[in-house]
């Protein structure tokens, strides 16, 4: 048990031969057992030299050494579901050097990348794949006739999912040759019934049990009613002891819970299971964190960590570093939403707010303490969340969906047809808009203006800072229909939050700077970099505030007193805010020139957020760069340079 993160390389001796390359497989068993130890303290120690996730890691240590001692991998698939959890999966298929650049920019992915490692068979970070990937997966190895084995892997949380019983209830029909391993770390499902349904978790597992199971079925096929009677017989036992009846009824063979850090019946049950006909699943019981007592005693709570900061030592006789001068604490946009919807639920008995298992990192922990009954977290379920808020929006209450960018992207039907086609009252306040930094790609909310501008009848707001971002809430949610307000990870510029509410008129911009020639036209977070540009350019800058309805008539004067209209926004450029610019201007045959900043057509991958925006050409230089080179044009009589400008 480990108290503390480990500061220096730990001693592993047999997880150095694995990484240089010795086959899992070929270990004797004296070092088998001697690898969970190790690459336990391996994950910690390297978890605190770059941060990211581990508490799931924590608690797959064995149950990944097993995978990979059992199974032929890579040509025996292994899909990870979400990702969070395949740290140890890492390490153990050649990147252990690496483990330090995790998250980082030029580094290691923070999930499992089909571009980083043959091992690594499906790319995710979006929960509920991993069954339908699996599966497919099968399918083709059928089609074939390639005997390779294939393993889902999904936590508790994500088999909540609707995309997971989706696949669970066709592999059921289908028949595929996979093995779906439920690692239950108790944070979604209930707890098994105790030593009984241990006990019969080992009966189930062991080979005689399946033989005389697999050889009744041959048996009794013939006989219908015997055939019938034993089936049900098997399935009323099981359901008595342990949670299996439900996938049993769905055509799966289902063993468990077994003890998911007891790596010797881990590798019994796997090699029992290895080649098994037919969809076959295993729950196995495991604890977040497991090995680190901090972990294990908040397992929300070290889901990640950062980095440790070494401190710089001193040598004798050297007076410590005079503290850094005090500077205002920035709130984070996540806390802004937070405190606005507890001030809000105060004035208006009708709210109620709806997450997607996104209660913490959405700020929603003080709501739900104070207003448990206005308070829904309908698990990894997307699509139910925003159908649930039309449901309720139908009958006269306010729900206010909390949901990330790159999540909402999951219930698109809903949010066109249950709630923006009947025109319904809700709210979507949209978390982590923008790039969001080291979760790369799968998490970076690059889209939503793009998907949501041309949804009819949605109104959307992106706020450039803190106090802001509350008032827009605090407008969409008095917007008599569906309206969304995105804002960014982190925190914002350190504005002054006022206490009072006020609606702010929808579809009106703010002229922050007046200036010549250039007008910035700038969309939400990115703020301070249009600030800087136009000091630099003397241009007029202007808080555009509402994405959708724009304000047309401050484009048009904009139109007939600039020379260049340039717009900048956190979302990809394609559909995005400045398309709509353009479009109006277009469609109202004004020409005027116009240049999009934001995020060019490509996927960003990891790294530093302020990195990734220079990364992406959103920020200050590059605008600064284009207004120089457009007003040194403008001044060439040249007949070139008059045609570039129209």
């Not at 105790?194 to 033989?211: D, E, P, Q």
Request: with cysteine; hydrophobic share 40%; proline share 7%.
């Amino acid at each position: 048990m480990f108290n503390e993160l480990p500061t220096a390389r730990p001693n592993t001796p047999v997880l150095d031969k694995i990484d240089q390359g010795l086959n899992l497989s070929e270990l004797p068993e004296e070092e088998l057992e001697a690898l969970p130890e190790e690459l336990r303290s391996y994950l910690l120690f390297s978890a605190g030299q770059s941060g990211g996730h581990f508490g799931a890691g924590l608690g797959v240590v064995e149950l990944t050494i097993a995978l990979h001692r059992v199974f032929d991998t890579p040509r025996d698939r292994v899909v990870w579901d979400v990702g969070h959890q395949a740290y140890p999966h890492k390490i153990l298929t050649g990147r252990m050097q690496r483990m330090h650049t995790i998250r980082q920019a030029g580094g290691l992915a923070g999930f499992p990348k089909r571009s980083e490692s043959d091992y690594d068979t499906f790319g995710v970070g979006h929960s509920s794949t991993s069954i339908s990937a699996a599966m497919g997966m099968a399918l083709a190895a059928a089609r074939e006739k390639d005997p390779r084995r294939v393993v889902a892997v999904i936590g508790d949380g994500a088999i909540t999912g609707g995309m997971a019983f989706e696949a669970l209830a066709h592999a059921g029909d289908v028949r595929p040759n996979m093995l779906v391993i439920l690692n239950d770390n108790q944070m979604s499902i209930g707890k098994n019934t105790g030593g009984l349904a241990k006990y019969f978790a080992k009966i189930w597992a062991s080979k005689t049990y399946i033989s005389m199971r697999e050889g009744g079925k041959r048996a009794l096929a013939m006989i219908k009613p015997a055939w019938d009677l034993a089936k049900r017989t098997e399935e009323h036992m099981k359901g008595m002891v342990a949670p299996g009846t439900l996938f049993e009824e769905l055509g799966w063979h289902y063993i468990g819970p077994i003890d998911g850090h007891d790596l010797p019946q881990l590798v019994q049950t796997l090699e029992n299971m290895r080649d098994l006909e037919g969809p076959q699943f295993l729950h196995v019981l495991t604890m977040k964190g497991k090995g680190y007592s901090p972990a294990e005693a908040d397992p929300i709570g070290f889901h990640a960590i950062n980095k440790l900061e070494v401190k710089p030592s001193l040598e004798a006789g050297d007076a410590p570093p005079a503290a850094p001068p005090p500077t205002l604490k920035k709130v984070k946009y996540q806390d802004v939403f937070g405190q606005w919807l507890c001030d809000m639920a105060a004035t208006d008995d009708r709210l109620m707010a709806i997450t997607p298992a996104m209660c913490e990192g959405s700020g929603m922990v003080p709501y739900a303490a104070q207003y448990p009954d206005r308070f829904f977290d309908v698990a990894i379920a997307e699509q139910h969340a925003v159908t649930l808020a039309a449901g309720m929006a139908c009958e006269g209450a306010k729900p206010v969906v909390a949901i990330y960018s790159t999540f909402l992207q999951r219930a698109y039907d809903q949010l066109v047809h249950d709630v923006a086609l009947q025109k319904l009252d809700v709210t979507f306040a949209i978390d982590r808009a923008g790039l969001v930094g080291q979760d790369g790609p799968t998490h970076h909310g690059a889209f939503d203006i793009s998907y949501l501008r041309c949804i009819p009848n949605m109104v959307i707001g992106a706020p450039s800072d803190e106090n802001e971002c509350r008032q827009m809430l605090y407008t969409a949610y008095r917007h008599p229909g569906p309206a969304a307000i995105r804002y960014p990870r982190g925190t914002g510029p350190g504005a002054l939050i006022e206490e009072t509410m006020a609606e702010l008129p929808i579809g009106k911009a703010v002229l922050v700077r007046p200036g010549q020639e250039i007008a910035i036209l700038n969309f939400g977070a990115l703020f301070s970099e249009a600030m800087k540009a136009g000091e630099e350019l003397d241009a007029t800058v202007v808080d555009m505030r509402w994405v959708k309805p724009l304000d047309e008539e401050m484009i048009l004067e904009l139109a007939a007193s600039h020379s260049l209209i340039i717009t900048l926004e956190e979302n990809a450029i394609a559909g995005g805010a400045g398309s709509a610019v353009a479009e109006y201007l277009s469609q109202n045959n004004v020409r005027c020139p116009v240049k999009h900043f934001g995020i060019p057509d490509e996927f960003i991958d990891h790294g530093d957020q302020a990195m990734l925006r220079q990364l992406a050409g959103a920020y200050a230089d590059p605008i600064i760069d284009a207004g120089k080179s457009a007003t040194t044009r403008s001044a060439d009589p040249s007949p070139l340079a008059q045609v570039s400008r129209s």
